[in-house]
């Protein structure tokens, strides 16, 4: 069985430079969706490709990744001619043709089978969508009537034949000057049956600029909501410092370095918020070489880091932090940390939790050298 996508319109409607079929959605051409679409369906075995004149190159470039492209051939005029050029490249020994419009690069398995099933059965079938509107007929700017909208359907692509029983039909259209907008229409001429299948809204023609944007939207990788980020810090514990940690003071004989107040909680928890928010990472919001910051508190990084959580439209859904220090002990100061890292974040303690662990003497840490901080955060968008 072989298919023929017909390429070759230029597009007027959409309006661009490049012809319709070469336009990307996502990555990938018209052209090239639409080839994947059959050369998927293990019942066609060749495509043919009718393609803009001297776009031919092009065209054999979308569609070659396939490895059922038999030929590329430059179209008509008219959809009609385009599809006459490439039903010169079939052979008696394909039995079925199937054609179809580039411009719907989102045909389903599920309408190709039941096409093909369509014309064993029946010689001719087309996929049909129903006609949701209600339709007028108009004169001018005034309303005629309405019609049945029962008795109506959408013809879509591809559209499925005998191969003979289609040249024949199409020769006949052409010695009687008849313009034919699909296949189907030369054999109803014949007064040929074509068996109506079930089309696909998504099975869409890709028209106008509107068209354009519905098949981009359809594409657009969903946005999750939920996104999460981890944040780790350490620092090394100096004499004659304050000690900050969660923004809270721990009294002790030791304090963090630091640019800053040194609070590793608290950037860890920025560098957390920021990595799931996917916008930086704190060293380079607020740079060391920024003088304005030495010895600022931690907590002003949190409260920037949160406006632009809330510009991004993300909420905080919950943090887990784990303090990892030999000395001093903190466990009775956790509580205080997590209120106040709750209040910072403007969320209830509950979606706050520390924990702290000794590093069992091994190492800079378990030596009391410094003090380290990994934090989880989960967020959410709105
Ligand atoms: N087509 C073709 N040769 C033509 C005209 C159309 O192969 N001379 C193809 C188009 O490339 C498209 C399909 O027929 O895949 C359906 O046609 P349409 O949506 O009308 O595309 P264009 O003719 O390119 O668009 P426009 O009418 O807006 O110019
Ligand atoms: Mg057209």
């Known amino acids: 069985m072989v298919a023929i996508i017909v390429a070759a319109g230029r597009g007027e409607r959409l309006g661009g430079e490049t012809p319709k079929a070469f336009i990307d959605i996502a990555g990938k051409s018209l052209l090239r969706r639409s080839a994947e679409a059959l050369a998927r369906s293990g019942e066609i075995g060749a495509l043919i490709v009718v393609a803009p004149p001297g776009f031919e190159d092009q065209a054999r470039a979308e569609a070659a990744s396939t490895g059922k492209l038999r030929a590329v051939v430059p179209g008509g005029d008219t959809r009609q001619e385009s599809v006459r050029a490439g039903l010169r490249k079939t052979a008696p020994r394909d039995r079925v043709v199937l054609v179809h419009d580039a411009a719907r690069p989102f045909v389903d398995a599920d309408v190709i089978a039941r096409v093909i099933q369509g014309v064993r059965t029946h010689g001719a079938a087309i996929p049909i969508a129903p006609v949701v509107d209600t339709i007028k007929l108009i004169q001018g700017d005034r309303i005629g009537e ?9 013809a879509q692509t591809p559209q499925g034949f005998d191969r003979a029983a289609l040249m024949g039909a199409y020769a006949r259209a052409a010695r009687a000057g008849v313009a034919l907008t699909d296949e189907a229409m030369a054999m109803e001429r014949q007064s040929h049956p074509v068996a109506a299948v079930e089309g696909s809204p998504r099975n869409f023609k890709i028209t106008t600029k509107d068209d354009l944007d519905r098949a981009r939207l359809l594409l657009a990788p969903a946005q999750p909501l939920t996104r999460v980020g981890q944040g780790f810090d350490i620092h090394r514990l100096v004499p004659r410092k304050r000690l900050m940690l969660g923004g809270v003071h721990v009294p002790a004989a030791v304090g963090l370095e630091g640019h800053s107040d040194g609070d590793v909680l608290l950037h860890a928890l920025c560098d957390a918020l920021l990595g799931a928010s996917g916008l930086g990472e704190i060293g380079s919001l607020f740079p060391s070489s920024d003088r304005s910051l030495r010895g600022a508190p931690s907590s002003r990084f949190v409260s920037e880091v949160m406006v632009r959580l809330a510009r991004a439209h993300l909420s905080i859904v919950n943090v887990d932090a784990t303090l990892i220090a030999e000395r001093p002990r903190l466990s009775g100061h956790l509580m205080a940390m997590k209120d106040n890292i ?28 410094g003090i380290a901080a990994q934090v989880l955060a989960l967020l959410l968008r709105s």
């Open 146 to 154: 309405t019609v049945n909208r029962d008795s109506l359907g959408a």
């Open 342 to 369: 709750a209040s910072l974040l403007q969320v209830e303690p509950g979606q706050v939790s520390i924990k702290v662990k000794s590093a069992d003497t091994l190492g800079a840490i378990g030596r009391g050298e």
